[in-house]
């Protein structure tokens, strides 16, 4: 299993609509369960800096979030492009095998 791990740093107004896309029955989860390879995604934010959230997206392997990645290109970007006015930072800290 691979788990992708994302920092967001959001704007302060849009905390309700960011946690709605990005939680656990979020928007993106619902794209992303469209492919058979994906299993779950968390959202969780800093205790210290309310504006600060991790996201864990978590699949099968990397070669099947690649599949997903390329039959849903499209859709993936124009929910990037919507959900970019959201915040103010987006960093990915990588992709993570599980051992």
């Known amino acids: ?39 779950g995604s968390t959202l969780s934010r800093d205790t210290e800096n309310p504006n600060r959230y991790l996201t864990v997206d978590t699949w099968n392997s990397l070669e099947g979030y690649r599949v997903f990645a390329s039959q849903y290109g499209e859709e993936y970007h124009r929910l990037d492009q919507k959900c970019a006015q959201l915040t103010e930072r987006e960093l990915c800290h990588g992709y993570y095998e599980q051992l």
Do not use: K, V
Not at 13 to 39: C, D, I, K, N, V
């Open 1 to 39: 299993m691979i788990q992708i791990i994302w920092e967001f740093t959001i704007r302060p107004a849009s905390r309700a609509e960011f946690e709605r896309h990005y939680g656990s029955e979020g928007t993106w989860a619902q794209l992303f369960r469209r492919h058979p390879e994906y299993r």
